[in-house]
């Protein structure tokens, strides 16, 4: 189907209902796909000439319009986010494109391809593709002053991207499994053989990160042993997390801020587990398209997601972490700097993507 320049694209998975959670799949049925949500005064357009202290906390003018995010970050996170940014008194709207990290890649390659970018702002859990996009200088240098509040490693010098997001792999199990794993190499054990679900490394970039990670400290000789036990290959955590709540799966890989939602607003009956051994830990970049068609406002967007306000609420509706040095970690989880985890070159970790998702097909037969 031929897009119109700068048309705005449908919320969702590209029409794949097999990408979403049982909650997403209702959310999509309850209404139509488009994510724009008007709330309060964040829906009155206000004079573009306006000069005043907006939310984020510092003086600029007054931009009004759209700005359209494509994020792999589900959408029933993805659109609190949006929800509580229209809330706002910026006079811009955000709007909201859901599709899992490279299937979202894809599409504004595509875009890219055909110059008729309905992006403005990008946020992939895979550093990879903003190096990529970088390199090919289609990605918009914008010095913001929230750069300084996130540490070295977490943000690209030429300010094209900032990490908004930090995502942790952990082990979860059902409550009424007896004797729980401690480590990745527990995770193989063959007690778990057709009891097991992970997400396919193809699809996710947390997926590939945990797969990546694992690969640094065990040789490919662990991942013949996960293969042994026959698990369960899914799309997206969401329905990860169905399955071991009603038990049709006892032990799975799982992103902490799944874990930390379905346990706090659920009471899903799982025991989360930090593994001792290594904590896989993915950076999602955020960044401005430079041949968005609203870059203004995907700067005020950029500039609120990033802000101490944008990244507490974040933490609060998202459960992830944030590197930001002044925002303080939620209660009842472990601080960031209490897990074990590992650096990476982030030149390298790109470049050995497809050479480890060729060796995860040849080691699942898939």
């Given at each position: 189907?031929?897009?119109?320049?700068?048309?705005?694209?449908?919320?969702?998975?590209?029409?794949?209902?097999?990408?979403?959670?049982?909650?997403?799949?209702?959310?999509?049925?309850?209404?139509?796909?488009?994510?724009?949500?008007?709330?309060?005064?964040?829906?009155?357009?206000?004079?573009?000439?306006?000069?005043?202290?907006?939310?984020?906390?510092?003086?600029?003018?007054?931009?009004?319009?759209?700005?359209?995010?494509?994020?792999?970050?589900?959408?029933?996170?993805?659109?609190?986010?949006?929800?509580?940014?229209?809330?706002?008194?910026?006079?811009?709207?955000?709007?909201?494109?859901?599709?899992?990290?490279?299937?979202?890649?894809?599409?504004?390659?595509?875009?890219?391809?055909?110059?008729?970018?309905?992006?403005?702002?990008?946020?992939?859990?895979?550093?990879?593709?903003?190096?990529?996009?970088?390199?090919?200088?289609?990605?918009?240098?914008?010095?913001?002053?929230?750069?300084?509040?996130?540490?070295?490693?977490?943000?690209?010098?030429?300010?094209?991207?900032?990490?908004?997001?930090?995502?942790?792999?952990?082990?979860?199990?059902?409550?009424?499994?007896?004797?729980?794993?401690?480590?990745?190499?527990?995770?193989?054990?063959?007690?778990?053989?057709?009891?097991?679900?992970?997400?396919?490394?193809?699809?996710?970039?947390?997926?590939?990160?945990?797969?990546?990670?694992?690969?640094?400290?065990?040789?490919?000789?662990?991942?013949?042993?996960?293969?042994?036990?026959?698990?369960?290959?899914?799309?997206?955590?969401?329905?990860?997390?169905?399955?071991?709540?009603?038990?049709?799966l006892d032990i799975t890989e799982q992103l902490g801020y799944y874990a930390w939602s379905f346990i706090t607003t659920r009471q899903a009956p799982i025991v989360p587990i930090y593994p001792t051994d290594i904590v896989p830990i993915t950076m999602a970049p955020l960044a401005i398209l430079r041949r968005a068609p609203n870059p203004e406002p995907a700067k005020v967007v950029f500039d609120w997601w990033l802000s101490k306000e944008g990244q507490e609420f974040l933490q609060q509706t998202n459960g992830v972490y944030s590197v930001r040095n002044?925002?303080?970690?939620?209660?009842?989880?472990?601080?960031?700097?209490?897990?074990?985890?590992?650096?990476?070159?982030?030149?390298?970790?790109?470049?050995?993507?497809?050479?480890?998702?060729?060796?995860?097909?040849?080691?699942?037969?898939?």
């Open positions: 189907m031929t897009e119109k320049t700068h048309e705005k694209p449908a919320t969702g998975t590209n029409g794949k209902a097999g990408d979403q959670s049982a909650s997403d799949r209702a959310l999509s049925r309850a209404g139509p796909t488009r994510r724009s949500v008007l709330i309060g005064a964040g829906a009155t357009a206000v004079a573009a000439t306006a000069f005043k202290i907006n939310p984020i906390g510092y003086a600029r003018a007054q931009t009004t319009g759209t700005c359209t995010i494509y994020a792999s970050m589900p959408s029933e996170f993805l659109d609190q986010m949006a929800q509580k940014f229209n809330s706002l008194d910026t006079g811009v709207t955000l709007q909201t494109f859901y599709a899992p990290t490279y299937q979202a890649y894809e599409r504004v390659n595509a875009e890219l391809r055909a110059n008729r970018v309905n992006a403005d702002l990008l946020l992939l859990a895979d550093p990879g593709p903003f190096l990529e996009l970088k390199a090919q200088d289609e990605l918009l240098s914008y010095d913001s002053e929230v750069y300084k509040h996130y540490p070295e490693g977490n943000f690209d010098p030429d300010r094209t991207w900032v990490n908004g997001r930090s995502l942790a792999t952990m082990i979860t199990v059902h409550d009424r499994v007896e004797g729980l794993p401690q480590t990745w190499l527990d995770f193989a054990d063959a007690r778990w053989a057709n009891k097991t679900g992970m997400i396919d490394v193809r699809v996710g970039g947390t997926a590939y990160n945990w797969y990546y990670t694992l690969r640094q400290i065990y040789p490919k000789s662990y991942w013949a042993e996960v293969a042994a036990l026959n698990p369960v290959l899914q799309r997206g955590h969401g329905q990860l997390m169905d399955q071991l709540v009603t038990r049709q002044d925002v303080a970690p939620l209660e009842g989880k472990p601080r960031f700097s209490e897990l074990k985890t590992i650096a990476y070159d982030l030149e390298a970790y790109s470049a050995q993507r497809e050479e480890y998702q060729a060796e995860f097909i040849e080691i699942f037969g898939l």
